[in-house]
Nanobody
Framework: QVQMVESGGDLVQAGGSLRLSCTAS????????MGWFRQSPNEEREGVSYISQDGLTTFYADSVKGRFTISRDSAKNTLYLQMNNLKPEDTAIYYCAARTTPGGRWSSPRYFGYWGQGTQVTVSS
């Protein structure tokens, strides 16, 4: 049974930083690409960042480039998202996901078959 558990969400002031973590079990972590997504009320889930199986390829949404950094530690089966210079518009529930279908846009949720329960990030102005 695959389980993915996010942590690290919090309430922070604009300009602050947070590091999200996602620990996976029940899957061969080193063999899957991973992504971070976020969803605000009344909005569609959007891709924030992506990292390949080997960690050598990463992608970011334009809105977070230069502020967020994705990384992974296969020895710990853990995915990270370092978020700096947070803005109120970053407020959302953040989800980690494991890609299960190859091909297609990295930012499309449809290609990710395993999801965590989400962690709330709130950025106050």
């Amino acid at each position: 049974q695959v389980q993915m558990v996010e942590s690290g969400g919090d309430l922070v002031q604009a300009g602050g930083s947070l590091r999200l973590s996602c620990t996976a079990s029940g899957l061969r972590f080193g063999g899957v690409a991973m992504g971070w997504f976020r969803q605000s009320p009344n909005e569609e889930r959007e891709g924030v960042s992506y990292i390949s199986q080997d960690g050598l390829t990463t992608f970011y949404a334009d809105s977070v480039k230069g502020r967020f950094t994705i990384s992974r530690d296969s020895a710990k089966n853990t995915l990270y998202l370092q978020m700096n210079n947070l803005k109120p518009e970053d407020t959302a529930i953040y989800y980690c996901a494991a890609r299960t279908t190859p091909g297609g846009r990295w930012s499309s949720p449809r290609y990710f078959g395993y999801w965590g329960q989400g962690t709330q990030v709130t950025v106050s102005s």
